[in-house]
C-alpha cells in the first residue's frame, strides 16, 4: 500500500531535549515536505526537499532541521525544542514539486514540548 | 505571509441540509486545491481546479474557482455524517509549484445523523 509513515505519533518532551521525527515514504517520490498545523493558522511549511541532499526552507524554518539521505526518508530534527514548538506535525510526499503531482500526506505527529 | 481566510471556521448541520464553504485571499493563484483531514489523519487531495471560473463535481460536492483566481467555494449537498472533518484550501502561488503551496485556515465541518 502506498503510504507515507511518520513515527511517532505522539510525542511529550521538555525544553531543550533533542528530538527526532521520522517520515518514510513508499512511492519512490522525489519531493517531501514538513508542515505544522496549528489552530486558526492552517498548514505552514516547515522545509522541503526536492531529491536526495536538496533540501530548502519553507515558511517557519527556525529551530528546524531536516536531511534527505535516502530518497524514502525525510526526518525532522529539532535540536533544543521550545514550547513554542508544541503542534501537530505533516510530512508530505509528491511525484515532483508541480501541483499537478498530488500531496500524499501522513497522519501527523503530535508534539507537546513543557 | 500571504493568507487564505476560510469562512466559516466552524459549521455544525443536520444530515441532509446544504453548505456552502469559502476561502478567500488577495493573492492571485495559479491553481487551488481543495482537502478534506479527518481526525487523527493528513489531509486528502479532493480536487486541484486550475482555470478562473472552472466548475468541479466530485459527487455531492461542487468546487468553484473566483473568475479572478482570488477565490474558490465548496458546496456540499445534501450533507451526510461521512462529509465530518476539516476541510482546507491550498493555493499555489505561482509557477504551479507544490512548495509555493498556500493552506488556509480551515472549516471545520459536522454533520449530525
Known amino acids: 500500500e502506498a503510504q507515507v509513515t511518520q513515527n511517532p505519533r505522539y510525542l511529550i518532551t521538555v525544553t531543550g531535549k533533542k528530538l527526532t521525527v521520522t517520515c518514510s515514504q513508499n512511492m519512490n517520490h522525489e519531493y517531501m515536505s514538513w508542515y505544522r498545523q496549528d489552530p486558526g493558522l492552517g498548514l505552514r511549511q516547515i522545509y522541503y526537499?526536492?531529491?536526495?541532499?536538496?533540501?530548502d526552507k519553507g515558511d517557519v524554518p527556525e529551530g528546524y532541521k531536516v536531511s534527505r539521505k535516502e530518497k524514502r526518508n525525510f526526518p525532522l530534527i529539532l535540536e533544543s525544542p521550545s514550547p513554542n514548538q508544541t503542534s501537530l506535525y505533516f510530512c508530505a510526499s509528491g511525484r515532483n514539486d508541480r501541483v499537478s503531482s498530488p500531496l500524499h500526506f501522513g497522519n501527523g505527529t503530535r508534539l507537546t514540548v513543557t | 505571509t500571504q493568507l487564505l481566510e476560510q469562512s466559516p471556521q466552524f459549521l455544525s448541520i443536520q444530515e441532509g441540509e446544504n453548505l456552502t464553504v469559502y476561502c478567500n485571499s488577495s493573492?492571485?493563484?495559479?491553481?487551488l486545491q481543495w482537502y478534506r483531514q479527518e481526525p487523527g489523519e493528513g489531509p486528502v487531495l479532493l480536487v486541484t481546479?486550475?482555470?478562473?471560473?472552472e466548475v468541479k463535481k466530485l459527487k455531492r460536492l461542487t468546487f468553484q474557482f473566483g473568475d479572478a483566481r482570488k477565490d474558490s467555494s465548496l458546496h456540499i449537498t445534501a450533507a451526510q455524517p461521512g462529509d465530518t472533518g476539516l476541510y482546507l484550501c491550498?493555493?499555489?502561488?505561482?509557477?504551479?509549484?507544490?512548495?509555493?503551496?498556500?493552506f488556509g485556515t480551515g472549516t471545520l465541518l459536522a454533520v449530525q445523523p
Open positions: 481546479v486550475v482555470t478562473g471560473g
Open positions: 526537499s526536492m531529491n536526495v541532499e536538496v533540501t
Open positions: 491550498a493555493g499555489a502561488r505561482y509557477g504551479g509549484a507544490t512548495n509555493k503551496l498556500i
Open positions: 493573492s492571485v493563484f495559479s491553481s
